[in-house]
C-alpha cells in the first residue's frame, strides 16, 4: 500500500507540471501573435499616413528589424523549451531511479529486520549513554518487556553469574553471562563489536543461549570429578589392599624360606616349594595390578639414568634362565656390540618389559626356547628389543587385542595358561610412555616375536665404567656342539662379530666326525652332549686348544669330572659376552670347579661379628620371620611392637651405651607409625653418629618411598622381604657400624 500511494503521488506532480507548461506556452504564443498583428497593422497604417517626415523606407526597416527581432524571440524560446523537456525528461528518469531505489532500500530493510527477529540470538544496540537503540524480539523476551519500553531506556539485565571476558584482536569482547529468566536462569554467550548507527558510535551486542552446552559441561566436570574421585578411591583401596596382602604374603614366602632350609624329606620339600611357588605366582599378580592402578592414575614416572645395557638384558635372561630350565627349554640372549655399552634410560621399566615378554615366551613355549635379542633400531640412538620363541604361536585376529587391558589369546573358561591379561597393557603402555613402539609376529603353531623399540642414548662416559673389549678371533675355528638350535646360534653369531669362523653340531656324532677335518682353536659343548663324548672316548681323540663344557647352575657338582675328563673351562647357562670372551682367552680356568655353595643359615658377617638389630613390626608372624632371618644371618635382633616402642627402645639403648647398629623399622604400625617414630628418632640424635634405619613397607609406590626418605630414613625394603636384599642392607649397616671394643 505504502509502494502504490507513493507511484499516484508522482503521477499527479508530473500532471500538474504539464499542465502550468501548457499554460505558459499558450500565453506566450498570444503576446507573440498579437505584438506581429499589433506591428503588421502599425506598418499598413504608416503606408497610409501621409506627412512630410514620414518615410516609407526606414519605416519598413524598422518593422523588419521588429520582425527579426520577434522571429528570434520565438526561436529561442522554442530551444529553451526543447531544452527544459529534455531536462525534464532525465529528471524524470532520475526521478524514477531514486523511487526504485527507495522501494529496493525499504525491501531490504524489511527483509534485515525480518531476518534479525526471526533469529534466535539475542541481538542489542546502544548509543554510548548506555540507551537501548534497537532490540529484537528475543531480547525482548528475555528482558520481559515490549520494544516500546526498552527503546531510549538504560537497561541491565538480571545477572546471576558471569564468566571471564576475552578481548579478541579486532576488539570484539567475548563473556558469558547467567541471565535470570522467568522462574529459572539461562546462560547467554555475548559477543559485542562497535558499529555505526543514526547517532553516531554504538555498540552492537549478539548473544547466544547456551545453556544447554554450559549445563553439558558442567555435567561433564562433575562426573570428570567422580570418576577422579574414584580412581583416587581406587588407588587407595589397592594400596591398601596390596599392604594388606603384602604383609601376610611375607610371612608365607619367608617362613616357606626357613622351611626349606630345615631338614625335610622329599614330599616336604616339594610341598614347600610348592608354597613359596603359589606365593612368588600371587606376588607377581598383585605388582601387576598394582602397576596398572598407577598407568591408569597416570602416576608412571620414569627415571633417565645410566645403564650398562648388557648387563640389564643379560641379568633378566639370568633371573628367568630358572623357569625355562625347569620347562625343559633353553633361554639365551645376544647384545649387539655396536651398541652403547651404557645408555640413559628407566631400567627398571625396561626390565619390566623384558621380563614381562620373555616370561610369556616361556609361559608359551613347550620345545625349544627362547631369545633375547638387542640391536640397534632404524633410526639414530633408537634401540630395538627383540624376544623369539618357538611357542603355540598367535592367531591373527589375536595378535592386537592382546595389548589390551584384561585380554588373553585364550579366554575361554577352559584356556591352558593362566594369568591377570595385564602384563602385555601394561608393557605397551610403558613403551608409548618412553616415545617407543611395540609390536608382534607370530603364526599359530611357530612361535611369536615380540618387539619394542625405545630412543635410549648413550650414557656420557664416567670414571670408573668398564667397557667390554672383545677377543679379536680372526683366523680362529670354534665348533658348538649343542642340541638346542637358541644356544648354538646365537653362540655361533657372537663368535662370528668376533670374527671366527663357527660350526654347529647337533649331537655329538655329526662332532665326532667334523673333529678330524680341521683344526679346531675351540669346543663348546653342551653338557648333555659332552657326556656322551666322554662315553665314547670321542673328547680325547683330538686335541682342541680350549675345551669348554656349558652347564647350568644345579649341574657345577659335575665340574671336577669333567675337568678330569678334559675340559680345560667351563660357562654357566645362559652365558654371558664377558664370560665367553674371559673363556676364550684363558688357557685354564678350572680353579673354582670344587666350589661349594656356602648355604645361606652358615652366612656369617663379613667382620665375624653379629649387629645389633631393632625391629619395628607390629605383625607377629613377621616379627617371627625377620627375628629367624636374623638370628641365621649371626645378628641380635630386639622386636618391639609399634613406633612407640621402638623410640622407647632406641633411647634406652643409647642411653646405656649400647645403641643399635641397625633399625628396621615398618612404616604402618598402630599408634606410633614408623614414619613419626623416625622423625623422633632423628630429632634425638643430638651426638654421636646417626643410626641406620631402613623401611620395611608393604607398599610399593613412588610416593611412599620418597615419605620415608623424607623421614630421614636410609633406604627402603619392600615386603616380601628379600633375602639377598636384606643381606646387602645388613652388610650396608655393618660397614657403617663402629667396630666393637
Not at 93 to 101: A, F, I, K, Q, T
Not at 128 to 148: H, I, M, Q, S, W
Not at 321 to 349: C, K, M, N, T, W
Not at 458 to 465: K, L, R, S, V
Amino acid at each position: 500500500m505504502k509502494n502504490i500511494s507513493a507511484n499516484q503521488r508522482i503521477s499527479a506532480i508530473r500532471a500538474a507540471s504539464r499542465n502550468t507548461r501548457a499554460l505558459v506556452l499558450f500565453g506566450r504564443t498570444v503576446v507573440i501573435t498579437l505584438s506581429v498583428i499589433s506591428g503588421g497593422l502599425g506598418f499598413l497604417t504608416g503606408v497610409r499616413m501621409q506627412s512630410g517626415t514620414y518615410d516609407p523606407h526606414s519605416y519598413a526597416i524598422g518593422s523588419g528589424a521588429l520582425f527579426a527581432g520577434a522571429c528570434a524571440i520565438i526561436a529561442f524560446l522554442l530551444m529553451r523549451r526543447r531544452a527544459n523537456k529534455i531536462k525534464r525528461r532525465l529528471l524524470e528518469v532520475r526521478v524514477e531511479e531514486l523511487s526504485d531505489r527507495n522501494w529496493e532500500l525499504r525491501e531490504a530493510e524489511e527483509r534485515a529486520r525480518s531476518l534479525l527477529e526471526a533469529q534466535g540470538d539475542v541481538i542489542v544496540r546502544r548509543d554510548p549513554d548506555g540507551r537501548v537503540t534497537y532490540a529484537n524480539d528475543a531480547f525482548c523476551a528475555l528482558a520481559e518487556k515490549k520494544r516500546e519500553k526498552l527503546v531510549g531506556q538504560i537497561l541491565e539485565l538480571p545477572v546471576l553469574d558471569r564468566g571471564v571476558m576475552t578481548v579478541l584482536a579486532d576488539g570484539t569482547r567475548v563473556h558469558d553471562q547467567q541471565i535470570a529468566f522467568g522462574n529459572g536462569a539461562r546462560w547467554i554467550a555475548w559477543r559485542e563489536v562497535a558499529v555505526r548507527g543514526e547517532r553516531g558510535s554504538e555498540v552492537q551486542g549478539v548473544g547466544r543461549d547456551v545453556t544447554d552446552r554450559v549445563e553439558a559441561e558442567r555435567a561433564l566436570e562433575h562426573t570428570r570429578d567422580q570418576a577422579e574421585t574414584a580412581n583416587r578411591a581406587k588407588s587407595r583401596f589397592l594400596a591398601m589392599v596390596s599392604h594388606e596382602i603384602r604383609t601376610p604374603l611375607n610371612g608365607i614366602l619367608g617362613m616357606a624360606d626357613l622351611l626349606l632350609d630345615t631338614p625335610l624329606t622329599p614330599e616336604q620339600i616339594t610341598y614347600a616349594k610348592a608354597a613359596k611357588t603359589s606365593g612368588e605366582t600371587l606376588l607377581s599378580l598383585i605388582e601387576e595390578v598394582l602397576d596398572f592402578s598407577k598407568i591408569e592414575a597416570g602416576k608412571l614416572d620414569l627415571e633417565a639414568r645410566p645403564f650398562a645395557l648388557a648387563q640389564l638384558v643379560e641379568e633378566a635372561v639370568e633371573l628367568l634362565a630358572p623357569r625355562a630350565q625347569a620347562r625343559g627349554i633353553e633361554i639365551a640372549s645376544f647384545v649387539d656390540e655396536r651398541l652403547p655399552a651404557h645408555v640413559v634410560g628407566d631400567e627398571a621399566r625396561l626390565r619390566q618389559v623384558l621380563l614381562n615378554l620373555a616370561g610369556n615366551a616361556i609361559k608359551f613355549t613347550e620345545q625349544g626356547g627362547v631369545a633375547v635379542i638387542v640391536e640397534p633400531g632404524e633410526h639414530a640412538n633408537e634401540i630395538r628389543f627383540q624376544v623369539r620363541d618357538s611357542g603355540i604361536g598367535l592367531a591373527p585376529e589375536d595378535q592386537q587385542r592382546i595389548f589390551l587391558d584384561f585380554e588373553q589369546a585364550d579366554g575361554s573358561s577352559t584356556r591352558k595358561f593362566g594369568g591377570t591379561g595385564l602384563g602385555l597393557a601394561i608393557s605397551k603402555r610403558i613403551v608409548e610412555r618412553m616415545d617407543g613402539r611395540i609390536a608382534v609376529q607370530s603364526q599359530t603353531g611357530t612361535g611369536s616375536t615380540f618387539s619394542f623399540v625405545v630412543p635410549l642414548l648413550p650414557a656420557p662416559q664416567e670414571q670408573g665404567q668398564s667397557e667390554f673389549i672383545a677377543p679379536d678371533l680372526a683366523g680362529c675355528a670354534v665348533m658348538i656342539v649343542a642340541a638346542a638350535e637358541i644356544e648354538a646360534s646365537l653362540l655361533a653369531r657372537r663368535l662370528g662379530r668376533w670374527g671366527a669362523r663357527t660350526c654347529a653340531a647337533v649331537d655329538e656324532t655329526i662332532a665326532s666326525a667334523l673333529l678330524p677335518e680341521r683344526r679346531w682353536d675351540a669346543l663348546l659343548v653342551d653338557f648333555p652332549l659332552a657326556q656322551k663324548m666322554i662315553a665314547n672316548g670321542s673328547l680325547g681323540k683330538f686335541r682342541v686348544p680350549r675345551r669348554i663344557v656349558l652347564i647350568r647352575p644345579s649341574e657345577r657338582h659335575e665340574l671336577p669330572a669333567l675337568k678330569a675328563a678334559g675340559f680345560t673351562g667351563y660357562l654357566i647357562k645362559p652365558v654371558r659376552a664377558v664370560s665367553l670372551a674371559a673363556r676364550l682367552r684363558a688357557e685354564d680356568h678350572f680353579e673354582h670347579a670344587a666350589e661349594e655353595v656356602v648355604a645361606e643359615s652358615d652366612v656369617q658377617p663379613a667382620d665375624g661379628r653379629g649387629l645389633s638389630i631393632l625391629v619395628a613390626e607390629d605383625n607377629e608372624i613377621n616379627a617371627l620371620l625377620a627375628r629367624a632371618l636374623l638370628v641365621r644371618l649371626g645378628h641380635r635382633p630386639t622386636i618391639a611392637g609399634n613406633g612407640e616402642a621402638a623410640v622407647e627402645s632406641w633411647t634406652a639403648a643409647r642411653a646405656a651405651g649400647a645403641p643399635y647398629d641397625l633399625i628396621l623399622m615398618d612404616v604402618q604400625m598402630p599408634g606410633m607409625d614408623g614414619l613419626e617414630a623416625t622423625r623422633r628418632i632423628r630429632a634425638g640424635e643430638t651426638d654421636g653418629p646417626p643410626t641406620s634405619i631402613v623401611a620395611l613397607t608393604a607398599n610399593a609406590y613412588a610416593e611412599d618411598r620418597e615419605a620415608c626418605l623424607a623421614a630421614g630414613m636410609d633406604a627402603l625394603l619392600v615386603k616380601p622381604l628379600d633375602r639377598e636384599r636384606l643381606r646387602e642392607a645388613l652388610e650396608a649397616a655393618a660397614r657403617r657400624a663402629p667396630l666393637a671394643a
